[in-house]
């Protein structure tokens, strides 16, 4: 497993494949090109207006080339690191096909630290996992529920669309937008679907 980053592993590929991916790679093989072929032509000073174009007539496409290559052809010749259409590519080799947008419902527990007043978590409050490694996960209460005084803590009902992680047990900790909230320690079995 390499370390490296997706744009360094692709550029490293075709730099082992010889093709020249840096402005002065790209000079050096023009100049031995045109070396190999004999050119008379003998004002290559850098100052050459004749050399600066023809230089820059070729290098900015050969870029534009690498960088379609690195940015865009070669990770998606990998299922690791393929995306969009290229996904559905790779699918359409092993004969599946990309799911379906679902929704899964499962039930949650809100506490706080005081008993006191009343508390109303609106319906579409966002309540979220962790931020773990870059990503985290949530759901939405499916209707507004409110927590008499005298009460710690309330179950509801909430649901979680089209999860690229499915939240499960103890890892939804998180509630924005609702004044009075301690903590929200998840059911044992968050996710039915």
């Not at 402005?23 to 004002?43: F, K, L, Y």
């Not at 600066?52 to 052809?73: D, K, N, Y």
């Amino acid at each position: 497993m390499t370390t490296q980053t997706p744009c360094d592993l692709f550029t490293s590929m075709l730099r082992q494949a010889g093709v020249p991916v840096t402005v002065q790679d790209m000079q050096r093989e023009w100049d031995a090109i045109n070396t190999a072929q004999g050119s008379r032509i003998t004002n290559d000073s850098a100052w050459s207006p004749f050399w600066r174009l023809i230089s820059s007539m070729v290098t900015a496409p050969a870029q534009w080339l690498v960088s379609l290559l690195v940015e865009h052809a070669l990770p998606n010749t990998f299922l690791r690191y393929a995306s969009g259409q290229w996904l559905d590519v790779f699918a359409w080799g092993v004969d599946v096909k990309r799911k379906l947008v679902a929704t899964a419902s499962g039930r949650v527990v809100f506490t706080r630290a005081s008993a006191s007043g009343d508390l109303t978590i609106p319906q579409g409050t966002l309540v979220e996992s962790p931020d773990t490694a870059a990503s985290s996960t949530g759901c939405r209460p499916c209707a507004r529920r409110s927590t008499p005084t005298g009460n710690l803590a309330s179950p509801q009902r909430c649901r979680q669309r089209s999860p690229e992680q499915p939240t499960t047990s103890g890892r939804v900790s998180g509630l924005l937008h609702s004044p009075g909230r301690d903590g929200l320690p998840a059911a044992r079995r968050w996710r039915q679907v």
